[in-house]
């Protein structure tokens, strides 16, 4: 009995033993198979690395640091040879996600010279900079553009060439990165000497709408901001970066027609173009500028207005331009602006932002509306004593300036911009001038009077005059919010 239960319990050892052996292969099989995928994704083919940049040279790094030990120990393991190898797997089921079976498998991994292939890899490098290095000489131009595209065929050839020195420390590359160190600060020079010449455009004044510039403008930033909070991009920047947007301009002079029906040739999608600034992480004074389209949705009887449902960039036209300028052409500002480019919000100028936040201000300080803040908080008593004096010259200023300011806006394209500070200025000054304001024919005093007849103005003042706690009361509130962030739409 006693020989009967060691016999059972060393066979269930076995049995034991014998699986987790098999699960180890079917393991290190998944994970041989793994690193082949890598190996044919991007090192059978110079082409494989053309594009990937940085991405390749990491991909390399974690690759050849695993890939010779692995397959080193797979052969002592499983066997040198594809036969033995087949053995040794022979009956087992691979695991999910497993391409490839062991044998081919293993042939193709035991042939890797991975010295051999680290100087080839490295040289693929070197081809990819010297490739680079000829288009940077090609380039003569002498548009920023083009200045710059000279110095990015530079970057990339410098980027190559050290990338070569990761890959293969046992190269020699110092001939070709002293090249690309030296073609990259001339064109850097050149670039920098013209860059403070690029302004940021605006809306362009010619753009025949239909739809105000500032909306659309802000239309394209909520869909980019859109796509980034959902992980999508449009298409593939141009500059390695991360890309936030920032701010956005109508370029076009009217909507272009993308898509037309096949019979009647109705337009069913339209286009506009937008130029759209990006602020990336690398450097903090320059944005990213790209001509970009947006298009509508595709569906028969398609208006020409936002929501958008794709955009792309135009190719080759993006450049460079100091953050500082910015805010000086128009156009429309993304919330995350930093504060110092939203200073400068082109729907109006800072003295006229200032000027209509303290009229709004003094002129509700003035109204019936600072009677009641009086009564509650004492020292605004006499400032309102004061004001209520000069109500008609407060009014008659306030007026002024809402009605400076909103025909700025309207100069500008930038309709809504700041459009209830305005509209509030208008309003508590004609309430203001309620009793001010002489009808139609009236006669300075001690003359006879005319038969009477009131003015539009005296009637505007005359319809808005019981409102005037409540405008008054507003005003207070919408220059305190337009001094602290004017420039927002309607604000």
């Known amino acids: 009995m006693r020989t009967f239960v060691c016999s059972v319990f060393v066979a269930a050892l076995c049995l034991s033993a014998t699986a987790q052996d098999q699960a180890k292969a079917r393991e290190d099989w998944k994970r041989l198979d793994e690193l082949h995928q890598v190996f044919n994704t991007y090192f059978v083919s110079e082409y494989n690395q053309s594009d990937k940049g940085a991405e390749f040279i990491q991909v390399w790094k974690e690759w050849s640091a695993e890939a010779p030990d692995f397959v080193a120990y797979f052969a002592q393991t499983y066997g040198a040879t594809s036969q033995e190898v087949f053995g040794a797997f022979d009956g087992l089921e691979p695991l999910d996600g497993v391409i490839n079976y062991p044998m081919p498998l293993a042939t193709s991994m035991y042939e890797i010279d991975f010295d051999t292939l680290q100087t080839q890899v490295g040289q693929w490098l070197v081809n990819t900079g010297d490739k680079h290095m000829s288009d940077h000489e090609r380039m003569t131009g002498d548009e920023l553009r083009d200045l710059e595209r000279k110095m990015q065929f530079a970057e990339r050839a410098l980027e190559a060439y050290r990338g070569a020195v990761e890959v293969?420390?046992?190269?020699?590359?110092?001939?070709?990165?002293?090249?690309?160190?030296?073609?990259?600060?001339?064109?850097?020079?050149?670039?920098?000497?013209?860059?403070?010449?690029?302004?940021?455009?605006?809306?362009?004044?010619?753009?025949?709408?239909?739809?105000?510039?500032d909306t659309l403008a802000a239309a394209a930033l909520k869909f980019l901001e859109k796509l980034r909070d959902e992980g999508r991009s449009w298409t593939k920047p141009e500059y390695d970066d991360e890309h936030i947007p920032l701010a956005a301009c109508v370029i076009a002079d009217m909507w272009g027609v993308e898509k037309t029906a096949p019979l009647t040739q109705e337009p069913t999608q339209f286009r506009l173009k937008v130029l759209v600034a990006f602020r990336g992480e690398k450097d903090p004074d320059l944005v990213y500028c790209y001509p970009m389209f947006f298009y509508t949705k595709e569906e028969r009887g398609v208006e020409k207005a936002p929501?958008?449902?794709?955009?792309?960039?135009?190719?080759?036209?993006?450049?460079?331009?100091?953050?500082?300028?910015?805010?000086?052409?128009?156009?429309?500002?993304?919330?995350?602006a930093p504060a110092a480019v939203a200073a400068r919000r082109p729907g109006q100028s800072l003295v006229v932002r200032l000027l209509l936040a303290a009229g709004l201000l003094t002129a509700g300080l003035a109204a019936t509306s600072g009677q009641v803040l009086a009564a509650k908080v004492a020292p605004l008593g006499g400032?309102?004593?004061?004001?209520?004096?000069?109500?008609?010259?407060?009014?008659?200023?306030?007026?002024?300036?809402?009605?400076?300011?909103?025909?700025?806006?309207?100069?500008?394209?930038a309709i809504f911009r700041d459009l209830l500070p305005q509209a509030a200025a208008i309003c508590l000054g004609l309430a203001l001038l309620s009793k001010g304001v002489p009808a139609q024919g009236e006669a300075p005093e001690g003359q006879e009077q005319p038969a009477q007849s009131e003015s539009p103005l005296s009637k505007a003042a005359s319809a808005l005059a019981p409102f005037e706690k409540e405008l008054g009361l507003a005003a207070l509130v919408l220059g305190i919010l337009h001094l602290l962030a004017g420039g927002f739409p309607f604000i």
């Open 383 to 413: 400032a309102h004593a004061a004001l209520k004096a000069t109500r008609e010259q407060v009014g008659w200023g306030v007026l002024v300036i809402g009605a400076l300011a909103l025909f700025l806006s309207l100069v500008r394209l």
């Open 168 to 213: 293969n420390p046992e190269g020699d590359y110092a001939e070709h990165i002293a090249k690309a160190e030296q073609a990259l600060k001339d064109a850097r020079a050149a670039w920098e000497k013209n860059l403070d010449a690029v302004e940021w455009p605006g809306h362009n004044a010619d753009f025949e709408g239909p739809g105000d510039p």
């Open 307 to 336: 929501p958008f449902y794709y955009c792309n960039s135009q190719q080759y036209a993006s450049f460079r331009m100091p953050m500082a300028k910015l805010g000086e052409g128009g156009g429309v500002l993304a919330d995350s």
